[in-house]
């Protein structure tokens, strides 16, 4: 391929990935399951479009389902560039991150404690609200939430790539602050590279390969 066609190629696929950058957030109104009048995530709902799943960091500002805002983006862990998110903390956010890893997979902290699943993922939820500010609600599992924020503090440096903060946008107005899930990097060469097939494809089917 010649460099000219390189760099076609390229130029394509680097417009794909800024044109996927998610900004678009729509709540659909479910979430796993309730507690204390709460609703514990992930909440249901589409990024861009897309199906996604929403992890809940901020107790503060309310919303209801079916609705839908604009969000600004913030990759974590990133080094910098928190300025547009509400608690402005890589620290805080990597333990948030750190405690949605828990609430995925709960059954080793619910063998340790004696407790099923469910009541150990109402209580790191309770705990990442907390991390956020109860706006003055009492926290049903204080001694609880304790526990967990000491362990996130001493774990949140295993955290590692593959998140994204969504802050809505302007900040302040209507919408709740999430932290969801990105592909991994695997994933995403994976898909540059599936894509880059297809473009190929497309252009020696119309002709755009000429001997080189």
Request: some cysteine; proline content about 5%.
């Amino acid at each position: 391929m010649s460099r000219m066609k390189m760099g076609w190629l390229l130029g394509f696929l680097l417009f794909f990935a800024a044109s996927t950058k998610a900004d678009s957030v729509y709540v659909n109104g479910s979430y796993a399951f309730a507690d204390h009048g709460f609703g514990v995530g992930p909440y249901g709902g589409t990024l861009n479009g897309q199906s996604a799943s929403f992890y809940c960091v901020d107790f503060v500002h309310q919303i209801s389902g079916q609705t839908g805002w604009t969000a600004a983006v913030t990759g974590l862990p990133s080094t910098s560039g928190y300025g547009s998110t509400y608690q402005q903390s890589q620290t805080t956010y990597l333990e948030m991150a750190w405690l949605i890893t828990q609430m995925i997979s709960p059954s080793t902290w619910a063998s340790l404690t004696g407790q099923s699943n469910q009541t150990v993922q109402a209580e790191l939820q309770w705990t990442i609200w907390s991390l956020s500010g109860l706006g003055g609600t009492t926290n049903p599992y204080p001694s609880w939430t304790t526990y967990f924020a000491n362990n996130a503090a001493a774990n949140y440096g295993s955290v590692t790539g593959g998140w994204e903060i969504l802050t809505p946008n302007p900040k302040g107005s209507y919408g709740q602050e999430f932290i969801v899930r990105t592909p991994e990097p695997g994933m995403l060469l994976l898909l540059c590279v599936g894509l880059a097939g297809l473009v190929a494809f497309s252009l020696r089917r119309h002709g755009f390969f000429l001997p080189v």
